[in-house]
């Protein structure tokens, strides 16, 4: 049975930087095929691709964000760790990590998910 | 980036209606099509991908169709549990990107 579940700091000053950490079971990110996502959410808004690491240490970042953001895992703790830096209040959203749907050779979206969890920026 | 945009926005229906959310590609994304589902409280959860394929668990009344850069994601009898948000998701190059939802909401 696959679980994740995202933790965090719930509040961040602007300009700080923010550490979310996924830790998951079920799944070993040392296996071939395996991949972790993070997606965010902002109030009563859409949903928003982050960042995506795979088992081979592969990185993919949203253009948009990439200077900001940086994905590492650590396959004996089980965990996925999302870095965003110099936050601000645009960025208050629901933080989501989630597995990676992964058919040979082909990554088709997420198909298990954390609950989520809320980080506000505010001063 | 592709950009994906879904129709309606919103909309009302009622049990055991028939309801048909389109998703369009700003590009070819061949099959690399997938469709969520958001209730509050409720963790994301999968219930298309690549297009057509059903993810295990999921209820057959759920059905998507398309390739190129038109999807559709319908629903043959609407249930209670199914008033939620649906969002679309292509996969076939990063940044991944989704629609901006669909709310189904009851009449």
Redesign the interface.
């Known amino acids: 049975q696959i679980t994740l579940k995202e933790s965090g700091p719930t509040l961040v000053k602007p300009t700080q930087t923010l550490t979310l950490t996924c830790t998951f079971s079920g799944f070993s990110l040392s296996t071939s095929g395996v991949g972790v996502?993070w997606i965010r959410q902002p109030p009563g808004k859409?949903?928003?691709?982050l960042a995506?690491i795979y088992w081979d240490d592969d990185k993919?970042?949203?253009?948009?964000l990439k200077s900001r953001l940086t994905i590492t895992k650590d396959t004996s703790k089980n965990q996925v760790v999302l870095t965003m830096t110099n936050m601000d209040p645009v960025d208050t959203a629901t933080y989501?990590c989630?597995h990676l749907?992964w058919?040979p050779s082909?990554?088709?979206?997420?198909?298990?998910?954390?609950?989520?969890t809320l980080v506000t920026v505010s001063s | 980036d592709i950009q994906m945009t879904q129709s309606p926005s919103s909309l009302s229906a009622s049990v055991g209606d028939r309801v048909t959310i389109t998703c369009r590609a700003s590009q070819s994304i061949s099959s690399y099509l997938n469709w969520y589902q958001q209730n509050p409280g409720k963790a994301l959860k999968l219930l298309i991908y690549a297009a057509s394929s059903l993810q295990t668990g999921v209820p057959s009344r759920f059905s998507g169709s398309g390739s190129g850069t038109d999807f559709t994601l319908t629903i043959s009898s609407l249930q209670p549990e199914d008033f939620a948000t649906y969002y679309c998701q292509q996969s076939y190059n990063t940044p991944w990107t989704f629609g901006q939802g669909t709310r189904v909401e009851i009449k």
């Open positions: 996502g859409a949903l928003e691709w995506l993919r970042y949203s253009p948009s989501y989630a749907k058919l082909t990554p088709y979206g997420f198909d298990y998910w954390g609950q989520g």
